[in-house]
T-cell receptor, first 109, second 112 residues
């Protein structure tokens, strides 16, 4: 079975930093994706972590701890356009991804 | 321009009718996927295909059918057997051996 848990919603102020957590228990693990999805649109790729540690890419960073079944996405210098749902997805192998429910981030001025 | 297209963006059907959602990609990707997304829910895998003329059921395949006659195309049919078909449907594709999936723009299906 699979269990991927994310908080449902958070609000943050423009310019702030927000951390979105994801915990997982899955039958297989080959890596963890973070996607951004604006309402009514397709998810777009943000990051992919295979090994433990922090991966930094501009304003976005993603962290993985495989022993703890835990990842987080860090968004810095928040902008209004960052208001979106952030999806955590575990690569279970065989090209299959298992998605969490997504965390809705609302950025306010 | 390379990418994945889904059409139409919005689709309305009466209950009891079958409906086919189109998904086309010109990325030369081997694998293609269909997901369903409901409000407040994550993406759930309906069917996937790793190669032409072959496909596997995902987690919620009941009431759906697919075909993969061409590498570029992976149409999804929502049959009348699907109890709650109203949802946002997303198609994705990936290269064999690559884990990243690229998504189409989605089709919002409303059945009344």
């Amino acid at each position: 079975g699979q269990n991927i848990d994310q908080p449902t919603e958070m609000t943050a102020t423009e310019g702030a930093i927000v951390q979105i957590n994801c915990t997982y228990q899955t039958s297989g693990f080959n890596g963890l994706f973070w996607y951004q999805q604006h309402a009514g649109e397709a998810p777009t790729f943000l990051s992919y972590n295979v090994l433990d540690g922090l991966e930094e890419k501009g304003r976005f960073s993603s962290f993985l701890s495989r022993s703890k079944g835990y990842s987080y996405l860090l968004l810095k210098e928040l902008q209004m356009k960052d208001s979106a749902s952030y999806l955590c997805a575990v690569n279970e192998g065989n090209n299959r991804l298992a998605f969490g429910k997504g965390n809705q981030v609302v950025v306010i001025p | 321009d390379g990418g994945i297209t889904q059409s139409p963006k919005y689709l309305f059907r009466k209950e009891g009718q079958n409906v086919t959602l189109s998904c086309e990609q010109n990325l030369n990707h081997d694998a293609m996927y269909w997901y369903r997304q409901d409000p407040g829910q994550g993406l759930r895998l309906i069917y996937y295909s790793q190669i032409v003329n072959d496909f596997q059921k995902g987690d919620i395949a009941e009431g759906y059918s697919v075909s993969r006659e061409k590498k570029e195309s992976f149409p999804l049919t929502v049959t009348s057997a699907q109890k709650n078909p109203t949802a946002f449907y997303l198609c994705a594709s990936s290269l064999q051996g690559s884990d990243e999936q690229y998504f189409g723009p989605g089709t919002r299906l409303t059945v009344t």
